[in-house]
């Protein structure tokens, strides 16, 4: 069984920056895409961003520029930086985990942008 722990959200100001990391444990070897989701009040889950094991990177449009996501296969390690944060980045954010036909989520961590 895969467990996928988040950690780094907080409170934040306008214009501040955090740093989102996801550890996968278990039987976390080739989970591939890994991905943030995130969900806002009275909104459904949306994709931030998502990374395949070769390195290739998908954004929503409203964070490209802003948010960056890597990983570290050795370490089974998913992270999101997120610069320049907005208010309407305020949300729970989910990393999520794909092997073929079974898709793994975090608890979630809460990320609030306010002044």
């Known amino acids: 069984q895969v467990q996928l722990v988040e950690s780094g959200g907080g409170l934040v100001q306008p214009g501040g920056s955090l740093r989102l990391s996801c550890v996968a444990s278990?039987?976390?070897?080739?989970?591939?895409?890994m991905a943030w989701f995130r969900q806002a009040p009275g909104k459904q889950r949306e994709l931030v961003a998502s990374i395949t094991s070769g390195i290739n990177t998908n954004y929503a449009d409203s964070v490209k520029g802003r948010f960056t996501i890597g990983r570290h296969n050795a370490q089974n390690t998913v992270f999101l930086q997120m610069n320049s944060l907005k208010p309407e980045d305020t949300a729970v954010y989910y990393c999520?985990?794909?092997?073929?036909?079974?898709?793994?989520w975090g608890q979630g961590t809460q990320v609030t942008v306010s002044s």
């Open positions: 278990g039987s976390a070897f080739s989970l591939n895409p």
């Open positions: 999520n985990g794909q092997r073929g036909m079974s898709s793994y």
